[in-house]
């Protein structure tokens, strides 16, 4: 039980905020269009200012570790692993295939990701290359394809061209992180009440979307009704993928091929097998795809995490 204890400290919020979403929407306290406005705010101001802000002050650098390519590998794996069972054992369209592939593959490496570091590893170090990364080129992709996977209009290949070169003018999330990138390549520092409002601000982001997450699940019978709903084969498939699959690709390929040290190769399991993050819960809530898949793998994966990250920290310095 002392082994869980801080794992526990960082996991409670997530359920406890969760909690109280659900509550919130049960009670009617804050009317029908709640989720949908606060769903919102999370997508198009609080998580721009918190991508932004964390950005423009985190080394680029970083992503020169070699670490980084076990990571990258196991995010690789587990990401096309939800894109083809999205595609060929599930029949899900392109937008869906994107979140399927993101459920699958992309870590809560900022709310939980920091705290469990902390506590298991000594330290977080490595939880900021790990955010950089998914930040920086997970999302521009994933965001992408759910753009191109949701526009309406004639398919062209001028219009998807031009779609693409537009995105980042259109994505506030891509938009902010693009913009905190610039500012850290080029040594710029926002004066200090200006940084310290957009800190403010971005740290509404995490526990809205967990209050938003919450709230949808006041209405899990609804979704079941609607054509295509998402199955426990469907959401068990992307829960194993993200736990198990994931942090064993990471583990083969630091070990067997990077040779990493016992640390690094702790750090680099332990972020691989971190939970689905509840940014795929707000993607799919602002382009308007069933929310089934993510809601369900954040909750599921974040459950079982507690006992996948307990064994691998068990495992990995028992020796």
Request: charged share 10%; proline share 7%; glycine share 10%.
């Amino acid at each position: 039980m002392h082994a869980l204890q801080p794992l526990l400290a960082g996991f409670a919020p997530i359920w406890l905020l969760t909690a109280v979403g659900y509550l919130v929407a049960r009670s009617g306290l804050l009317g029908d269009q709640a989720e949908l406005v606060l769903g919102r705010f999370v997508f198009h101001v609080a998580m721009p200012a918190a991508l932004f802000t964390m950005l423009a002050k985190a080394p680029l650098a970083s992503f020169a570790n070699p670490s980084m390519l076990a990571f990258a590998a196991g995010t690789l794996v587990a990401s096309l692993l939800g894109w083809a069972a999205a595609r060929w054992l599930f029949g899900r369209g392109t937008a869906d295939q994107a979140i399927s592939s993101m459920a699958s593959g992309y870590v809560n490496s900022a709310n939980l990701g920091i705290p469990v570091a902390v506590q298991v590893l000594g330290d977080a170090s490595f939880v900021g290359p790990v955010l950089l990364f998914q930040v920086l080129l997970v999302t521009p992709v994933i965001l992408a394809v759910l753009d191109a996977g949701t526009r309406t209009g004639p398919p062209s290949a001028r219009g998807r061209l031009v779609g693409t070169l537009r995105l980042p003018l259109r994505n506030p999330i891509i938009l902010a992180s693009a913009a905190g990138a610039l500012c850290s390549g080029l040594g710029l520092h926002l004066p200090g009440p200006v940084a310290h409002s957009g800190e403010v601000l971005g740290a509404a982001g995490v526990p809205t979307a967990l209050v938003t997450l919450g709230m949808s699940l006041h209405r899990p019978r609804a979704a079941a009704a609607v054509p295509g709903a998402v199955g426990p084969g469907e959401v068990g498939l992307a829960v194993l993928t993200k736990n198990l699959v994931q942090p064993l690709v990471a583990f083969l390929v630091g070990s067997a091929l990077l040779h990493l040290k016992p640390h690094q190769l702790l750090a680099v399991v332990i972020c691989s097998a971190l939970p689905t993050a509840q940014n795929v819960f707000v993607y799919a809530r602002q382009y308007g795809l069933n929310t089934a898949l993510p809601r369900n793998s954040v909750l599921w994966s974040t459950l079982l995490s507690m006992l996948t990250l307990s064994t691998i920290d068990w495992a990995l310095t028992a020796h």
